[in-house]
């Protein structure tokens, strides 16, 4: 468990804007479960928050992300609620450390980071989402140092060092 936290917080706290790093292959999986999971609850509570009682008697079913849950409120309600913005921004904050983390999982392989351009243009297509995550996950960094640095090592008699 303190993995988890330690990889959430070097993806989203220490190294959110950070592009010149690597990063391990579970930091990457465990920080994109977690966004998988916490962005479609983050639109559906906003849609609930927003729509008060229209909410049971709306299909939200379509709303994925925050620019389509603002058209279903308006077009809903026919108004902004201050909600949507704080999923705007929420989303916002989510997507930085995302495209920071995608920069410095492709310095793990030894690859340029501005190759994440060619990828987030591949999320686009429905599903090939997955077989990025997946690549990206499974593919093995250089084991030793390339020209990006020396590889993340969590080291457990390191980490434990650390926290004394």
């Not at 993995?3 to 465990?30: C, M, P």
């Not at 989510?94 to 999982?105: F, G, K, M, Q, S």
């Not at 999320?123 to 997946?134: A, C, G, K, S």
Request: hydrophobic content about 50%; proline content about 2%; glycine content about 6%.
């Amino acid at each position: 468990m303190k993995q988890i936290f330690r990889d959430l917080k070097n993806t989203f706290v220490t190294h959110w804007a950070v592009g010149s790093d690597r990063a391990t292959a579970r930091e990457y999986l465990t920080s994109n479960l977690i966004v998988i999971i916490l962005l479609p609850i983050s639109v559906e509570l906003t849609l609930y928050l927003s729509l008060g009682d229209l909410y049971l008697f709306t299909d939200t079913s379509l709303a994925f992300t925050a620019s389509q849950a603002i058209m279903l409120t308006y077009e809903t309600t026919g108004g902004f609620s201050i909600w949507l913005l704080a999923l705007v921004v929420f989303q916002i904050y989510i997507t930085v450390p995302l495209i920071c983390l995608d920069w410095r999982r492709l310095h793990d392989f030894g690859w340029s980071g501005w190759n994440v351009l060619w990828i987030w243009l591949l999320e686009i297509i429905p599903y090939v989402v997955w077989l990025v995550t997946l690549f990206m996950f499974l593919k093995k960094g250089d084991l030793g140092e390339n020209k990006y640095g020396l590889p993340v090592n969590y080291d457990v008699s390191q980490n434990n060092n650390e926290e004394e």
